[in-house]
């Protein structure tokens, strides 16, 4: 149905005349929650991939293999990520890891052609930051949850004894779209987990 020229006005006139009112950015997505502060790194052991072994899994079909990653692969995955990390709600990036609540490491990716698409993967490890008690994070957090185009599958849970998680992330795509994907299951974790995180901070000095 098309509104009438004078309905048009008369809606303009009212929206003048209220105000349009502007939320801040935490708000205007139903949330106040306080952001973490998230320190993003690359695993820089990295041993060199032996090439005849990865030319002939590749000629097999190319196979998941994570120990091919290269330390060009895991600074490529780090600067996408830093990008996209900027887009999201919960993440502030720590300048440094001691002032960081959240490190969150890239361990190495691995690809392969799925018909005419990409199907890529990075594995990530996720740990307590300097600014964060590890003793205090809560065994029965409700963990990692996947969306519509990232999947996520949890290789090592978080333990008293091994404070860390380790969790694949899969998506079809390119690298770009793939960090977009893991930044949002970064954001969506601490948006899960945000009161034991918050509970889990060290007090202040």
């Known amino acids: 149905m098309r509104l009438k020229p004078f309905v048009i006005a008369g809606l303009a006139s009212v929206i003048a005349g209220v105000g349009l009112v502007t939320l801040p950015a935490r708000l ?20 060199t991939p ?27 995955s780090v600067a996408d ?60 957090q409700p963990g990692w949850k996947g969306s519509f185009t990232v999947k996520i599958k949890e290789m090592h849970p978080y333990t008293p004894g091994e404070p860390y998680w380790d969790v694949e992330m899969r998506s079809l795509g390119n690298w770009g779209a793939h960090a977009k994907g893991v930044a949002k ?4 974790f601490i948006k899960n987990n945000h009161a034991a995180l918050v509970a889990a901070r060290r007090a202040a000095n």
């Not at 205007?28 to 041993?47: F, I």
């Not at 998941?64 to 600074?75: C, G, I, L, M, R």
Request: net charge negative.
């Open 28 to 47: 205007s997505y139903g949330s106040d929650r306080e952001p973490m502060k998230v320190y993003l790194t690359g695993k820089s052991d990295l041993p």
């Open 50 to 76: 032996d090439a005849a072994e990865k030319a002939a899994l590749e000629k097999a079909g190319f196979p998941y293999e994570y120990k091919f990653s290269t330390a060009k692969d895991v600074a490529d």
């Open 81 to 140: 990520l830093q990008e996209k990390l900027k887009d999201t709600d919960l993440v502030q990036q720590a300048g440094t890891a001691d002032d960081a609540e959240l490190l969150l490491e890239v361990l190495g990716r691995a690809a392969r052609r799925v018909n005419l698409q990409l199907d890529t993967r990075l594995l990530l490890r996720v740990s307590a930051g300097p600014r964060l008690d590890p003793a205090l994070l809560k065994a029965e």
């Open 185 to 188: 299951a970064m954001d969506n």
